[in-house]
């Protein structure tokens, strides 16, 4: 599991948001009166436990929990204890729980399995049904365990298919959920008195929000406290943001090496140099070790949003600073005036200086790491490919050499999504005739992905009459490719040119004047929009919460933090979860059975 951010530098107090959970847990695992328990957890929420729960070991064992597990089928557990599951209601979950229920169940006859079922978000009539039909003897009970913080100022819910579920499945439960998120924030941070939305689903988010504080209105919290605004957008409204190659150091660590929940999987080759003993590497090559990064951690935090070229500069310039710390501690002890008390001292500063080196060289490694692959002829001829897409230049041959190449099918059908999305879809001739070679070459099965993916609006042929909006062009995104990345004027640094359009919306909306000067461009993109504002609006916006449905990208992250500094403003980001074009694209390529395989 990840080492959590102690969120003790959090602007937005997020702390008394991960105490709330912890609290509520605390109070259920309480309640239950049943002897010895075992917790196990939903594999999401099982990476995510740690950063919405504190509970210490010697907490659990005065609740009498025994071992917390990820739930997963054919594994042991003691039987003599009841079971406590924690879950999401959503099918897959339900699913999985029941047939982990009915394992331990034949496992433990004759005796009864006892069970507790604790969901954190709406438990829905699907899900009760799936849990009856199983005929077991279950209790269960809500936990509200809303937003989980991942870092000083980033909520996320863990949930990871939300795009999937409401335009392919037509399941939209997560967005009751994320409206109950929102609620149970409030109740932590007090109302909001002024709310911008744009799109269908951050329309049904909102509603379900104003139908929960109309039942149990929000707490009152001092000024100093209270979130002055709140910006909900769909995904929808721009797909390029994910889509396009990133090129911020955290957005990086996530795209190449897995970064995720603030862990990142490495291998002992690299640990080994980074802590200077390569020879030792030969002997642990089995298992890749984690290591944590979060706003805890100051060089992170200082590198995390800056662009690939800056990184390298930066750390050199520390590795400078440490050296000459390092040597100022060895002239004083060296030195014959030095006192006791100084030596005292030195010991201890010598202490701190190792354990800051140790943290400088797993950066280092890791910058190299990605130097090496952003260095490389691949990954500039991929940007520089984006960046003549975005630039509405015809570079369909292109994407077609590629996929003769056999390119990897996720990239392929990024760089065609990309190039609808510049250009207001592809002309139809050539849509097919791409979408033919593609099936030709990776198979008939991403027949279903490509509807998919127009389902979604990621990727559409062209419409036949008349030049469609182009929303990358109106709302000025591009432009911005020969800027110093070094040192940024603009937030389209992020991708190396590219502006996000949550960062436009944004910006806007904090804005005296708000989105009033937008409306033209505004009733061009998807979905309905609506500004709401309490009869005392604050006279300066300074906390400002920013929820994307369908999930927000670290390099959309990046850029609102670039923003915030230049406004003198605070952004908190939170999202269903954390999206990539990697995540994005894959929410299309759902497997099909075929009937024909053998379970």
Known sequence: ?????????????????????????????????????????????WSLFHHFSHLGGEEMAALRVKEVHKMELNTKHHGHTALVYIVRPY??????????????????????????????????????DIVSRAALSVAIHPFHLGFIPLDNDVLTMGHDTLLQDCYLHGNKTALADLGLALHVLQQSMGDISTVYYKGELSKSVWKTLSQLNGDVPPVTKPKKQRIDCMVLLDRKLDYVAPLSTPLTHEALLENLLGFRDGVVAVDP??????SGNPEAAATNQANKTTWSFNGDDAIFQDIRDKHVQAIGPYLHSLSAVFAEERKQMETMLRAESTTVKQLEEISTNMNTHVDKCAVLAKHVALAEMIQTTTKSKAFRTTW???????????????????????????????????????????????????????????GFEYLHTFENL????????????????????????????????????????????????VVKLVQAAIEEDGWTHLEPLLNRLPGPSAVLTAPVKPKKTKRVLVVVVGGLTNTEMAALRFLGQRLKCT?????????????????????????????
Request: charged share 20%.
């Open 1 to 45: 599991m990840a080492l959590a951010c102690s969120l003790e530098k959090s602007a937005f107090g997020l702390k008394q948001v991960r105490d709330a959970s912890t609290a509520a847990l605390r109070q259920l695992l309480e309640g239950l009166n049943m002897g010895d328990v075992e917790v196990l957890l939903e594999p999401r929420l």
């Open 384 to 442: 520089q490919l984006e960046k003549a897409i975005l630039e509405r230049q015809d570079h369909l041959g292109d994407i077609e050499a590629l996929i003769w190449k056999h390119t990897p099918v996720d990239s392929v059908l990024r760089l065609l999504a990309l190039h609808s999305l510049a250009n207001g879809g592809i002309p139809k001739p050539v849509y097919e005739h791409l979408k033919t070679q593609c099936l030709h070459l990776y």
């Open 269 to 274: 080759l690299i640990v080994e140099a980074s």
């Open 454 to 501: 127009e389902t979604m609006g990621v990727l559409t042929p062209a419409a036949a009459n008349g030049s469609p909006f182009n929303f990358v062009q109106a709302w000025e995104l591009t432009g911005h490719f020969d800027s110093d990345m070094s040192n940024p004027d603009d937030p389209s640094y992020v991708t190396g040119g590219y502006c996000p359009l």
């Open 91 to 128: 099918v897959a979950h339900v699913h999985l729980m029941v047939e982990h229920m009915k394992q331990e169940q034949a496992a433990r006859l004759p005796a009864t399995l006892q069970c507790v079922i604790l969901h954190t978000g709406v438990w829905n009539a699907l899900c009760a």
């Open 571 to 599: 952004f908190l980001m939170a999202c269903d979860g954390i999206l990539s074009g990697k995540t994005l694209v894959d929410q299309a390529m759902e497997s099909i059975p075929n009937g024909l395989m053998q379970k």
